[in-house]
């Protein structure tokens, strides 16, 4: 078993998901790229590990069963265990999504990825991260997922009409809590983070954010002390009202 914290970092590849994993690697990890497109991983690899990052590729699909449990037995065999997963890969299905005009395929692939996906690949992580003397999930949700903001109540812009995008974060961050109270009692602390509006092809690279700084709050989360916080949401100012 490898003496050095792993982690996992799905959708890492690009944007965000790149940024959490160099980030994560700057601190001396080893670092899985977890990512379906093996030209764009091997690339991502091959530039994390010119930066002095011990990164290693992890053929990954969300969306496949069959992928995540292949994905779980090439960690195991890398290092033994897991010490934190960041579920960072999502779709935004495309525009636009306003509700009386979305085809309900699209909201039924935006879930695969941004839901079921974090659902599939946690439990096929589950067993490596129970190995873990401390084990951290990360959900990268977004403050689009927030009820408070989406109705306007917290006096902030809600964000843009999308009945695919937004209700699948509000789903991840409700699941994120389930596995929070099933959780509890275990040293497996499991939150929420918010990266901000980054500038990713996800939305045309219109975000006023850099995926480097949109990756900090992954890293904290990823980082928590034993006594940190679990089953809550957060991006850098601190907590997002649900």
């Not at 991260?129 to 959900?139: D, E, G, H, K, Q």
């Not at 964000?159 to 695919?164: D, N, Q, S």
Request: a neutral charge.
């Amino acid at each position: 078993m490898s003496e050095r914290t792993t982690a996992l970092v799905t959708g890492a590849n690009k944007g965000i998901g790149y940024e959490i994993a160099a980030g994560l690697g700057a601190l001396g990890w080893s670092v899985g790229v977890g990512a379906r497109d093996e030209q764009r991983r091997k690339a991502a690899v091959e530039r994390l590990c010119a930066a002095g990052v011990d990164a290693f590729g992890v053929p990954l699909d969300v969306t496949d069963d069959a992928s995540a449990s292949a994905a779980a037995r090439l960690i195991k065999q890398q290092a033994g265990r897991l010490d934190v997963l960041v579920n960072n890969a999502a779709i935004t299905g495309g525009w636009p999504q306003e509700p009386t005009r979305v085809d309900p395929a699209v909201i039924r692939t935006v879930v695969e990825t941004n839901v079921i996906g974090v659902i599939r690949v946690t439990n096929a992580m589950m067993p490596l991260l129970r190995r873990s003397a401390a084990p951290r999930i990360v959900n990268m949700s977004s403050s689009v997922g927030s009820l408070t903001r989406q109705s306007g109540t917290a006096g902030e812009p809600p964000g843009p009409v999308a009945v695919a995008y937004s209700p699948s974060k509000t789903f991840l961050n409700a699941v994120t809590l389930q596995y929070a109270r099933e959780l509890s009692g275990t040293n497996i602390l499991i939150n929420a983070g918010c990266p901000g509006y980054v500038a990713t092809d996800l939305n045309g690279f219109r975000g006023v954010r850099t995926p480097e700084q949109g990756a900090a709050i992954a890293i904290k989360l990823a980082t928590l002390s034993d006594d940190g916080p679990t089953g809550q949401f957060f991006e850098d100012t601190g907590t997002v009202p649900w």
